[in-house]
């Protein structure tokens, strides 16, 4: 090193400028970490058909990698499917990561009462007489009411907590707004739904640019009267995603093929291979709803305007903007699909943390 450049360091040194310059970078540092936003886990319930497609499993696998994360808590899973073996299943997940005592419950009276290509098959998976994976929900009598598990959970939680995804039908959340005061809260349902509930995140309905008339989206059209009653009643902001969502946006075979091999039996690559002829790309309708749900913050999706849905006799859904309206619907772009689509293969595969 030159003597003059040796020289010019020393002095810097001796002033003590690179000391100030330190400080004033872990100062800054420090400001960086404090300013950070921070939020509490979200409280989430989970509806669901589980068992009428496959993206329920997925959807379910997502929301325990975000609670691995510690971004969500799931308080309760509710099944509008009414099969038994759909809430085993839900159980099996559930156990799978280590969460086992979540509560569950089923529809009474409800639609789709069929097994499904996958949930019976997984839940009743067997290697030597051992039932593969660990579950207790196999018998009916032993799941609870899905809106007696509904009025239980949201009456322990804080006001304006509690976030819902509906991915199924809205037989248990018309329900729910029919309760009546019991003895689990003084409040009726949609008083309670007032109190408690923040925001309902629902996979249901067509609000794409291209017409479809006379589309009945599936979970619209199976409990068409319940799905009228909860766009009609719910006290609560929705926000809709639509079948156009989720069409958009295929989770790839080729992560179930080489994604979830952690473990020796994945419960969830295992129902993936039983829904369909494997391998096959799919839809990710209801894994948007639960995501929108977690992280409304990171801009996956852009927001509709404020306005209202209305639900046709045909099950065709329609928006209609309103500035004090309570309903609003995803609308995704070309790289928020490709961004949205890497993020589900990043985190459902994740191995449980358990």
């Known amino acids: 090193m030159p003597q003059n450049v040796f020289h010019a360091w020393k002095s810097v040194i001796r002033s003590g400028l690179i000391l100030t310059l330190l400080s004033l970078i872990a100062s800054s540092l ?3 970490v404090d300013a950070a936003p921070t939020r509490k886990p ?3 319930i989970f509806d669901t058909d589980m068992g009428n497609d496959i993206d329920d499993a997925l959807a379910l696998a997502l929301i325990h990698a975000l609670q691995d994360r510690g971004e969500c808590e ?20 559930n156990t799978f990561y280590g969460r086992g005592n979540i509560p569950i419950g089923k ?24 039932q593969r994976y660990h579950h207790n929900l196999l018998a009916a009598g032993a799941i609870p009411n899905a809106a007696t598990v509904l009025r239980e959970v949201l009456a322990k939680q804080e006001d304006g907590s509690t976030v819902i995804v509906q991915v199924g039908f809205s037989t248990n959340l018309a329900r729910l707004l029919s309760s009546k005061p019991d003895s689990i809260s003084p409040l009726d349902g949609k008083s309670l739904i007032a109190k408690k509930v923040r925001l309902l995140s629902v996979m249901g309905g067509y609000f794409g640019s291209q017409p479809r008339k006379g589309f009945g989206e599936y979970n619209i059209k199976i409990d068409l009267p319940a799905s009228k009653k909860l766009v009609q009643d719910w006290p609560g902001d929705i926000v ?30 295992e129902a993936y291979k039983y829904y369909q002829n494997f391998p096959y ?3 990710t309708w209801d894994l948007t709803s639960v995501l929108y749900a ?43 699909v490709i961004r949205v689509r890497e993020t589900f293969v990043h985190l459902c595969s994740q191995p449980p943390k358990k």
């Open 30 to 32: 420090v400001q960086t």
């Open 42 to 44: 979200v409280k989430l």
């Open 74 to 93: 799931l308080l309760a899973v509710t099944i509008t499917k009414d099969n038994p073996h759909a809430a085993a299943f839900c159980d099996l997940v």
């Open 107 to 130: 529809v009474v009276d409800g639609k789709t009462p069929n097994e499904g290509g996958f949930v019976g098959k997984v839940a009743n998976a067997a290697d030597r007489g051992k």
């Open 240 to 269: 809709f995603s639509g079948y156009e969502i989720g069409l958009a946006i295929q989770y790839p075979a080729v992560s179930i093929a080489n994604d979830y091999n952690s473990v020796k039996y994945h419960p969830v690559r």
């Open 281 to 283: 790309d799919r839809a």
């Open 294 to 336: 977690v992280r409304p913050e990171r801009e996956y999706f852009a927001l509709s305007d404020r306005g209202r849905v209305s639900i046709a006799g045909n099950a065709s859904t329609a928006f209609f903007k309103a500035a004090q309206g309570k309903h609003r619907f995803l609308i995704a772009s070309p790289q928020q």
